[in-house]
């Protein structure tokens, strides 16, 4: 077990390395080959009618002059070793890991992801705990009801929330039980240390929004794997030992029927705590998913380079969770 | 030509979100501090603003709205993006100077009154306006005595300097204007990060409170280049964190930083060591002010209308959606204001590609133009603004509502003076050009097909070239060897000045001088010899505000006989206020609320 | 191993009914599908006696497996219809409710089926899923339950149980695995045990090992067995009664020794052509039936064999085709469906079974091997 999780690690850090190349060069490497010089480039970061002086020294600070390897490079070093850094009368150290320095707001990068990730991990968990239970229950009520009302309606929903995207359903949400009858007025994020009861109940509309789409997702999963294992010959040997109907359901059926929904759960979750870019977005949260759009759309790169890794670790995390607990569960499993 | 108020929507916050990874490689961004004057591009369609029969109150465009001397409450402001910055050495854009003042106050600053007063600078810390000396070029402040900082220390003039100073660091405060090194004596000055021992020597405090600036060349102007933005608001050195400082300025205004999350909120409160028998321009209202950051455009509207948010920070006003709304509802209505932004959207004619080479190839372009369609595709009378024929915007000194190419009397296209243009310019038939245009932004897609479609009337073929905005000035339109090359005539744009008077509106679109390799504003390439003799003679100390105003008003008329500018719309804005704000008005100077002056009722 | 009573004739003699264990009346099974109805089993009769041992043979969708669930009432769409009586203990099953028929079942009666590696649950230990039927039905401890199960794995022959009770049965080979649900089936004392196909998916020496354990603990625990299968050489070994089933109707039945000895139905001539024998030359061992067996629902008319019957005009006329034949007895409780009289049945078998085989033509493909999974009806 342990060399397990020794080796995933490894090849977790090899992944990243890889990950961050890749977006170094789609934020470097292309522009160059299509024509940018450092100039232009640097002339982003600096206000309107910028003097050539002025983007001189933003190339300089920015180090945008440097070729792309030691570019690279001080990227490396300051992940692993953390760096020195000066933006003002006096120089501080950045220590690791060091994501830079934002070049629009010349602010660390990391403490502002630091900041960030409560507000989505707060989302992406709610709304987890909500989409599992709810998913799971109407897909296994759907399977075994197969054909019934019941059935096709919470299928039809299931196919709606599937299809219906986050900034639909979210701002019908809003203008519904924030403005029209106002159970959840002025939405926004509170600190759940400052307040849970107001972090919860302005929770409620982004939870709801975000686990109606997986909650689909997760019922007609279930559904499909409930009715798959129901049919199963260990399923009928239960039956045969007379077992009641709900053990037969639950503690034969349900438990095989979830193992691939955990799986997929893992990687949701994981990728979700990356950042929930249209929840966040339609909802205002200040989280990992805005931080990121606000990143992208000021094409500041030590900001895109911070969420990227980031979002990679918490997919290579949650995978390598989701395999020790398949472990778990599914004794035929093994983990060498 | 920074978005000086800018505005996300949401289909571009979310969806192009992913996409935006991608074409990050092309520097795609939404927006871009080197980005020209940015529309709303919250709003998807133009059509929905002009469709209304009612009318807007307008209370706070003819007068004050809601006037009270209540005092009180928490006023709540909103932006659907990330400021600038707060530090006032490193903002430029119109909201975030507004915002600045409510805790820093430079040494001028515009005069918190209605109508046209209101772009008049007045003494912020300084006791009066700038004393010039006859040659033109120094400029004395003296400081006002006792003024004190949120921790009572004292506002002396070095700390003034020490300001400026730091805002020659471009590596670190980026975003501010560049006047100080350009109109200052040592540009090689590094700031005082970098060079921690070097001295600006163009600037002079022969005491404690009095401040002189030495330039290189007369500027009339200087005094709004010290108070339009926040570069002379006093930093104490000792306090300066370089750009951490805007994680707290030392307030010398009515309020002070209790917090400030970046990316999320910023919260003021009181200063105590404020008083307003010094500050006659902003007022110590409410008990707090919050400023939340990164809302959802739309949600921002709704809140609006709600009552849970007191003021839309960005002051572009309200989302298509909320628009409509609004103009539905009488009682909404009743709230808003319909007031010029300070800005004109217009399209460049560019005088060195040919045919356009030829004046009168530009001058049948102008006349062929149909203004009344490029108005709706801004969003029409409401949204988008008033039908343009000028450079300067209205009430600017030097206006005159003079119409060259019948864009008022004919707003649906002078067909008949165009053609006979053409066969002046030698293109009877009319030619083929092509047309640079922002693709991520509505208005001006839809602009572009409207003119295509007008041109093509009068046999001119235009081409369409979309470019993402982020990089529209830096690489594409702004870029004349680019423009060019591509053989692109057209190109969509739009300008609001730096400070509302001919210069702050015109130089950088016509004069010859301004023309620069990248970032370039003056797409149109003007260069003509009695528009840059004109630039240069309304620097003479000598002239009074009325004769440059007369000189202004010549430049405009010049530069619209050269054609290198067809003005679209002078842009409005259609904002919505809570009944319980007061003290509410459109500050011409900002093109939105004076934020200095708001109150709550309740 | 001769039995004196007809297992096929319904009686209501008392003394019979005592020793009687399971009785099983015009038992009729059918599923509604989108094609029609399908007739799995269509008035089947039969009766067994305690501690005695039933075989229930036919290909594939004979309705051997379809009667065996209806027994244990493991038949619970809702557009599955049953009909008939079951009696277990002179108990009614198909009238009892579904919760009386689940308290019976895993006590009273019990199952075994055929691929014991998809028949035990993957993520819990052999241990748990014994000590889980042996506490359904008794109240008692998880360490009695698990002294249980230890004891239970113990008899059917797992070495080490005490330490092999804990293991999953992907640890099991294939033999050990059905012992285990041998042992899950026989924990709570069952009188009725129903093996369906117990050994097809054993490896060849596994087999025999199996049904020896089978009939070992009938005799230990004094339990009456059904056992389901299409291989004639298991049940020949083991069983008392033979119930040979076609088409969902039963067409042949009576003791082992007359059923293998005299076989009076051209069916169950070709099933045992098909079974291996020492006394027949090994490439004539196989004598396939020809064709399939026939849809559930269209039964083809008369006699639902005769579409395959080689002895047709024999019988004459059209007769196989347009009249039902009914059970017949042939010789003491030896009753078949057939319209060949006893005496073409005699000399017919007669012939075949003499070492040089001369049946009717026959098309490609054997009994055995036509055993046709998608024939096989299931609920």
């Known amino acids: 077990m342990i060399t397990f999780i020794i080796r995933r690690l490894i090849t977790a850090v090899f992944l990243l390395l890889v990950v961050s190349v890749i977006t170094f060069a789609i934020f470097f490497l292309i522009p160059r080959l299509a024509g940018q010089n450092a100039n232009e480039l640097a002339a982003q970061y600096v206000g309107r009618n910028p003097t050539p002086a002025a983007i001189q020294q933003m190339v300089e600070r920015l180090g945008l002059d440097q070729p792309l390897p030691v570019q690279y490079w001080h990227f490396l070093k300051g992940l692993v070793a953390g760096e020195n850094y000066s933006a003002g009368p006096s120089v501080t150290y950045c220590p690791p890991p060091c994501f830079g320095y934002s070049f629009r707001s010349q602010l660390a990068v990391w403490p502002q992801m630091v900041s960030a990730l409560p507000v989505t991990v707060s989302l992406a968990l709610g709304a987890a705990i909500l989409w599992l239970l709810g998913g799971v229950s109407i897909g296994v009520l759907s399977a075994l009801r197969r054909g019934s009302i019941f059935d096709r309606f919470s299928m039809g929903v299931a196919l709606a929330g599937v299809s219906l995207p986050i900034f639909f359903t979210g701002l019908i949400s809003l203008e519904l039980f924030s403005y029209k009858w106002p159970l959840f007025p002025n939405v926004q994020y509170v600190n759940i240390a400052v307040n849970p009861l107001l972090w919860a109940r302005n929770l409620v509309l982004p939870w709801v929004t975000l686990a109606f789409l997986y909650a689909a997702l997760y019922a007609r999963l279930t559904r499909a794997g409930m009715l798959e294992t129901m049919n199963e010959d260990y399923i009928r040997t239960a039956r045969a030992k007379g077992l009641r109907e709900r053990s037969v359901v639950v503690k034969h059926g349900l438990r095989a029927a979830l193992t691939p929904i955990l799986t997929i759960f893992g990687m949701d979750l994981g990728l979700l705590l990356g950042g929930a870019i249209l929840t966040e977005s339609t909802f205002s949260l200040p989280g990992l998913g805005q931080f990121t759009v606000l990143a992208i759309q000021n094409q500041d790169f030590p900001e895109i380079m911070g969420v990227v890794m980031l979002a990679a670790f918490f997919i290579v995390i949650a995978n390598m969770l989701v395999d020790i607990l398949y472990a778990a569960i599914d004794p035929r499993v093994r983990i060498s | 030509m920074t978005s000086m108020r800018r505005r996300k929507s949401l289909a571009i916050s979310a969806g192009a979100a992913v996409a935006a990874v991608l074409l990050a490689a092309c520097g795609g961004g939404a927006t871009s501090s080197t980005g020209a004057t940015s529309p709303t591009g919250g709003s998807t369609g133009g059509s929905t603003g002009g469709t209304t029969g009612n009318a807007v109150a307008n209370a706070g465009v003819t007068g004050i709205a809601n006037p009270s001397d209540h005092k009180g409450g928490t006023l709540t402001f909103a932006s659907s993006s990330t400021p600038d910055s707060l530090d006032g050495g490193n903002e430029y854009y119109a909201w975030t100077l507004n915002f600045n003042r409510l805790y820093e106050t430079p040494l001028l600053t515009y005069k918190s009154t209605t109508g046209g007063a209101g772009t008049q600078m007045v003494p912020g810390i300084a006791t009066a306006l700038g004393q010039v000396s006859p040659d033109g070029l120094t400029w004395t402040y003296h400081i006002k005595k006792g003024l004190k900082y949120e921790d009572g220390s004292a506002v002396t003039a070095g700390d003034v300097k020490y300001a400026v100073e730091r805002t020659y660091d471009r590596g670190v405060l980026a975003n501010g204007p560049s006047y100080f090194p350009q109109l200052l004596a040592d540009p090689t000055y590094k700031g005082p990060y970098k060079d921690p021992n070097g001295d600006l020597t163009s600037i002079t405090v022969p005491d404690p409170y009095t401040i002189q600036f030495h330039l290189v060349a007369p500027f009339p102007d200087f005094d709004y280049v010290v108070g339009a933005f926040g570069q002379t608001a006093p930093v104490p050195k000792a306090k300066d964190t370089g750009a951490k400082y805007e994680l707290h300025p030392m307030s010398t205004g009515p309020y002070m930083f209790q917090s400030y999350q970046v990316n999320k909120q910023a919260v003021l409160v009181k200063n105590p060591n404020w008083t307003q028998n010094e500050d006659t321009e902003a007022r110590q209202n409410v008990d707090k002010v919050i400023l939340t950051l990164n809302v959802n455009a739309d949600d921002i509207d709704n809140r609006l209308i709600s009552g849970d948010l007191d003021v839309d920070s960005a002051g572009s006003g309200v989302q298509a959606a909320a628009r409509a709304k609004v103009l539905g509802n009488p009682s909404l209505l009743r709230n808003s204001d319909n007031g010029f932004g300070n800005r004109e959207w217009f399209i460049y004619l560019d005088s060195k590609v040919a045919p356009l080479t030829n004046v009168a190839c530009r001058q049948a372009i102008e006349y062929a133009a149909n203004k009344t369609d490029l108005q709706t595709a801004y969003g029409g009378p409401v949204a988008g603004g008033d039908i343009a024929s000028t450079l300067l915007l209205p009430g600017m000194g030097g206006y005159s509502a003079f119409d060259l190419y019948n864009a008022k009397s004919q707003p649906t296209g002078d067909t008949t003076d165009a053609k006979k243009a053409l066969t002046t310019c030698g293109q009877p038939n009319g030619f083929t050009t092509g047309l640079a245009y922002r693709s991520d932004r509505p208005k001006e897609v839809a602009g572009a097909q ?67 390799p990248t970032g370039n504003a003056n797409i149109g390439e003007l260069n003509d010899p009695a528009v840059n003799k004109l630039f240069k003679d309304v620097a003479n100390p000598k002239l009074t505000l ?29 904002i919505y206020r809570p009944p319980t704000l007061t003290n509410v008005y459109i500050d011409p100077a900002w093109g939105m609320y004076n934020y200095a002056v708001l109150g709550k009722s309740s | 191993m001769t039995d004196p009573t007809n297992p096929l004739v319904m009686t209501d003699s008392v003394s019979l009914a005592s020793r009687l264990l399971l009785q099983v009346s015009d038992l009729r099974v059918q599923f509604a599908t989108d094609d029609g109805v399908v007739k799995a089993v269509d008035g089947v009769s039969f009766s067994l006696e305690r501690g005695r041992t039933l075989g229930i043979v036919g290909e594939s969708g004979s309705g051997k497996s379809v009667t065996s669930m209806a027994i244990m009432g493991l038949h619970s769409g809702k557009n599955t219809t049953i009909t008939g009586q079951i009696r277990l203990d002179g108990e009614d099953l198909v009238s009892a409710s579904r919760e009386r028929v689940r308290a019976l079942r895993g006590a009273k009666m019990a199952m075994i089926f055929q691929d014991p590696l998809t028949s035990l649950h993957p993520y819990y230990s052999v241990g748990h899923q014994i000590m889980e039927a042996y506490r359904v039905h008794n109240k008692v401890t998880k360490q009695v339950a698990r002294k249980r199960a230890v004891d239970m794995l113990g008899r059917v022959g797992i070495p080490n149980p005490a330490v092999r009770v804990d293991d999953y049965p992907h640890q099991f080979s294939g033999g050990m695995r059905q012992r285990a649900m041998i042992a899950m089936a026989l924990s709570c004392d069952p009188g009725l045990l129903i093996a369906d196909e117990p050994t097809t998916a054993l490896d060849v020496t596994v087999q025999a090992q199996i049904l020896d354990l089978i009939v070992d603990l009938q005799d230990e625990f004094g339990s009456a067995v059904i056992i389901i299968t299409h291989d004639l050489g298991v049940v020949a070994e083991i069983s008392d009664q033979i119930l040979v089933m076609y088409a969902g109707r039963a067409v042949e039945g009576g003791p082992a020794t007359g059923v293998f000895g005299q076989p009076g139905h051209p069916y169950a001539w070709g099933l045992l052509g098909s079974m291996p024998r020492l006394d027949i030359d090994r490439v004539d061992r196989l004598k396939p039936i020809p064709g399939t067996p026939p849809s559930l629902i269209n039964v083809p008319s008369g006699c639902p064999f005769h579409p395959r019957c080689g002895y047709r005009d024999e019988v004459g006329g059209d007769r196989c085709a347009t009249e039902v034949p009914l059970l017949r007895e042939i010789a003491p ?36 091997a036509s055993s046709d999974p998608a024939n096989e009806v299931q609920s």
């Open chain 2, 450 to 516: 409207a003119l295509q479609q007008a041109l093509k009337a009068v046999g001119i073929n235009v081409q369409l070239h979309g470019y993402p905005a982020g990089n529209y000035y830096g690489n594409f339109a702004g870029a004349p060897t680019f423009m060019h090359k591509n053989n692109i005539g057209i190109a969509f744009g739009g300008w609001a000045p730096d400070w509302p008077d001919g210069y702050g509106m015109m130089w950088a679109l016509t004069s010859g001088n301004s023309i620069v």
């Open chain 2, 546 to 574: 009325d004769q440059r105003s007369a000189i202004y008003g010549q430049i405009d008329k010049l530069s619209m006989q050269q054609a290198v500018i067809l003005p679209e719309v002078y842009a409005k804005v259609l």
């Open chain 3, 333 to 368: 409780a030896h009753v078949a469906a057939c319209h060949l009289t006893s005496d073409q049945q005699r000399s017919t078998w007669a012939r075949l079974s003499e070492p040089v085989s001369d049946l009717p033509e026959t098309k490609a493909g054997s009994l055995l």
